[in-house]
């Protein structure tokens, strides 16, 4: 493989710490696909599929054992108010880049009031946004544009939980700047076709099938949307 400048070139499982198959959530077909047959990370990665499909469990996983807090922040962050992911990550390897940064962020959207709290009650050497008194997508955006500087791993769980039509735009917008330099990287997990179709994005579909390669107009989200779109009432019908 040709050099690479951004962080994360491949997660696979650890040789020396195998995961028993029949434990959760090594019981998910893409968290066994990820075991048996690893996964290559591109500059950017988006992780799509339904609730309960396993994706955000690989994007937590893939976090901790880059070295990020499951409940959002940089390497090496203490923040932690409830232990709820599953030991995963300490079955993976991850190969990394050699001279990339070693950088990161991880940021989900269900865990961002407690972790704004934390931030105001452990301020760094400089002033921080007051986050806690903006709307849930503008104190998610400014948060992206205060931490997400630089080279790194910037890792993002079903950031759409926060932003509207318009704020996932903005959003692509940020990170697409980033990875333009060569030498940071996004993986993100979602369910909204607008941060799916992320310009140059390696997308997986996660599923019953394991992980597949998919292209944006083929993916399951993007069809139902469509189709709803196009008659909401021939599915509402039915609700």
């Known amino acids: 493989m040709a050099f690479e400048s951004f962080p994360l070139r491949r997660a696979h499982e650890h040789p020396l710490e195998p995961m028993p198959r029949g434990a ?3 019981t998910l077909a893409p968290v066994t696909h990820l075991l048996d047959e690893g996964i290559d990370f591109a500059p950017v990665t988006v992780f799509v599929g339904e609730n309960g499909s396993g994706k955000s469990t690989l994007v937590e996983a893939i976090a901790q054992a880059y070295g990020l807090s499951p409940e959002g922040g940089s390497v090496n962050a203490m923040h932690s108010t409830r232990s709820t992911e599953s030991g995963l990550w300490r079955h993976l390897q991850l190969v990394r880049n050699a001279g990339a940064s070693k950088r990161g962020y991880f940021l989900r959207a269900e865990t961002m009031h407690g972790f704004y709290t934390y931030l105001e009650q452990n301020p760094g050497a400089r002033a921080e946004p007051r986050f806690h008194e903006l709307s849930h997508g503008e ?29 996932c735009l903005s ?12 030498d940071s990287q996004v993986i993100l997990s979602t369910h909204s076709p607008v941060l799916a179709a ?13 992980l597949r390669r998919s292209e944006w107009a083929d993916l399951d989200l993007v069809r139902n949307l469509t189709l709803f779109l196009d008659a909401p009432g021939r599915f509402l019908r039915h609700v």
């Open 198 to 210: 992320f310009p140059g994005a390696d997308i997986q579909e996660v599923g019953e099938w394991g």
């Open 139 to 167: 104190s998610f955006l400014e948060l992206v544009v205060d931490r997400f500087r630089g080279p790194g791993l910037w890792v993002l769980d079903e950031p759409e939980s926060a932003l509207s039509f318009t704020g």
């Open 24 to 26: 959760w959530p090594a």
């Open 171 to 182: 959003l692509i917008g940020i990170l697409k700047d980033l990875v333009a330099t060569g």
